[in-house]
């Protein structure tokens, strides 16, 4: 799997996830709010699938394979 979210891009996902996620709780208290699990969770991992999809890299350096070690 290679990054593809860049800084900016992963500080806007995480911040609207979490506001999103936190409509389950405050506010209307519906469960549209977990729709913000999408954002958060492709900013925590800078890895978005639409990005892949689409060929789209929001970072310089994001050119590296990142490896899952045991």
Not at 12 to 36: A, D, E, Q
């Amino acid at each position: 799997m290679s990054l593809n979210v860049g800084e900016l891009d992963r500080i806007l996902r995480v911040v609207v996830g979490l506001i999103l996620l936190s409509l389950v709780f405050v506010g209307p208290k519906t469960l549209w709010g977990l729709v913000g699990l999408l954002p958060l969770l492709t900013g925590l991992a800078r890895f978005c699938p639409a990005y892949e999809v689409a060929g789209v890299r929001t970072c310089n350096s994001c050119g590296k394979q990142v490896t899952k070690s045991d």
